[in-house]
């Protein structure tokens, strides 16, 4: 038996839909010859997976969050059905649960959703074809009113050289501020970074990277005590440079970055991974020295604040 499968989503190219939505879509079933089958369905299937080694333990994470079927052809208590050659479509709908974590795709896991369609044909293993999409747990930045607030992130940092007979006794303060906490993928974050240089040591440049954070956790009990193994990785999602600071000097510089598309902050809803955000800014000190780093937390949401606070 040979057959192909195309799945397509209703008015969603991108292949992009929000939990709690309705998902629709069509599949175009084509035979190229007469098929007996038990069934033919639809699985949705939501689950994560990580796997990482912890010293010389191997571990592995998982979670499933969405495993659902829609019978186009038959059911599981159906006998043979006889499918002719040709060309089958059969519409699907489901609505998405509210209650699942975005997709996310990491080096070492990942949580992803697919749609699955499923000829159960007798004395054959049934033949399965299968199609991914993106899904985004919406957050919205008016539900946490501390977003609102200022982010102001404070290093003072003595001049650090790898050699401590060129110590330098003055130091450096630095202040990185943004106006608010939350942001939106496409919005523009406007840094402001006040630089006081006491020290004789010239600041070249600064860098700015906007850090996504994916951590990963197993739990499990050791002598009736919980605890879990914890792996984190960090994917840059963008870079920008800055101006630098002369020794002896003070300065305000400011660096505007847009953040890219990117699944929004996830940490209440999966057990296995989580994910954060923080814009790093590094002001870069020459190669005998230690660079200063400050890192911003924040948060990226999938609705906007409701006034203009961000404008």
């Known amino acids: ?177 943004a106006p608010v906490s939350g942001f939106l993928p496409r919005q523009t974050v406007n840094l402001e970074i006040n630089v006081q240089n006491r020290s004789s040591v010239a600041i070249s440049h600064f860098t700015i990277e906007l850090i996504q954070l994916i951590t990963y956790l197993k739990d499990y009990d050791c002598c009736g005590y919980k605890s879990n193994y914890k792996k984190q990785e960090e994917k840059s999602l963008f870079t920008g440079t800055s101006d630098g600071c002369n020794e002896v000097e003070y300065k305000t510089i400011h660096i505007a970055a847009e953040i890219p598309p990117t699944p929004p902050t996830e940490i209440l809803m999966s057990k296995v991974v989580k994910v954060t955000y923080l814009i790093r800014v590094k002001a870069c000190t020459p190669l005998l020295y230690k660079n200063v780093i400050l890192n911003l937390p924040i948060t990226i949401g999938s609705y906007p604040f409701q006034d203009n606070v961000m404008s």
């Open 1 to 177: 038996m040979s057959a192909t499968c195309v799945i397509e989503f209703e008015d969603n190219p991108r292949k992009i839909i929000y939990a709690g939505q309705l998902l629709r879509g069509m599949v175009r079933l084509n035979l190229t010859e007469n098929t007996n089958v038990r069934s033919v369905y639809v699985r949705i299937k939501g689950k994560a997976f990580a796997s990482w080694k912890s010293g010389k333990t191997k571990v592995e994470a998982k979670e499933k969050y969405l495993d659902e079927k829609m019978y186009l052809v038959g059911s599981y208590v159906a006998g043979e059905i006889s499918l002719e050659a040709g060309m089958h479509e059969y519409a699907f709908e489901f609505i998405m649960p509210s209650s699942v974590p975005s997709s996310i795709d990491g080096k070492i896991g990942h949580i992803k959703y697919t749609v699955r369609v499923v000829l159960d044909v007798p004395l054959w293993m049934s033949k399965v074809f299968k199609e991914e999409f993106t899904l985004i747990k919406a957050l919205n930045l008016n539900d946490q009113q501390s977003l609102r607030q200022p982010l102001t992130v404070e290093e003072i940092s003595g001049v650090l050289p790898f050699c401590l007979q060129c110590f330098d006794r003055n130091r450096i303060y630095i202040l990185a501020r």
